[in-house]
């Protein structure tokens, strides 16, 4: 480790602690030839295995362009696109591995995605697996209303087999009398006749 201050090639430490929960050690080092003090922090580096067999390190940043662009249009905050990533970086480590392969960085997106917003998920979605027709997106959507049945359904919308209860239900029109189904039926002059 290069000295910062006089670039001597060798320092001596003198104390280490943990930091960043764990995932790192911060080193006080000192300089023998200027006698200068310095931090240097070590972290495991986390690299990413491409199909073609290169490794790159993994890239917060390069995961997060990608997720900002489905959410393009969505009502989604910078900060909610940084704790995503946090959440995507923490599973990928938590796997204790230093490689992992690409596709599962992918896969490690697409469940905090799912939960920030579905718009933007069927859009990754439809990149990431690679979807061909209506078909696929029509069963990523079936899975989806299938999770969250309530909060899919669009205001308003009732199931076509509904119909007929919900005009049932609907009120009556202002100067209509509503007639039951069984019971006396009102007339105009106020008198009740008996349903036929």
């Known amino acids: 480790m290069y000295c910062p201050y006089c670039r001597h090639s060798d320092s001596r430490v003198i104390d280490s602690r943990t930091a960043d929960d764990g995932a790192a050690i911060r080193r006080r080092r000192s300089c023998p030839a200027c006698g200068r003090r310095f931090t240097t922090q070590e972290t495991v580096i986390l690299t990413v295995g491409k199909r073609s067999g290169v490794t790159e390190p993994f890239n917060r940043d390069k995961n997060v362009s990608g997720v900002r662009r489905a959410c393009q249009g969505r009502p989604v905050t910078e900060h909610q696109l940084a704790v995503l990533a946090q959440q995507v970086e923490d599973a990928i480590r938590s796997r204790g591995s230093g490689e992992i392969p690409s596709h599962e960085v992918g896969l490690a997106i697409l469940g905090p ?84």
């Open 113 to 196: 995605l799912r939960e920030l917003d579905e718009v933007a998920y069927l859009r990754f979605a439809s990149v990431y697996r690679g979807f061909e027709s209506l078909t696929d997106f029509e069963h990523e959507i079936s899975a989806l209303r299938a999770e969250h049945p309530a909060r899919l359904r669009e205001p308003g919308w009732r199931p076509a087999e509904d119909e007929p209860r919900a005009r049932a239900e609907a009120p009556p029109e202002p100067g209509e009398h509503p007639a039951p189904a069984d019971g006396p039926v009102p007339s105009p002059n106020g008198h009740h006749t008996p349903a036929r």
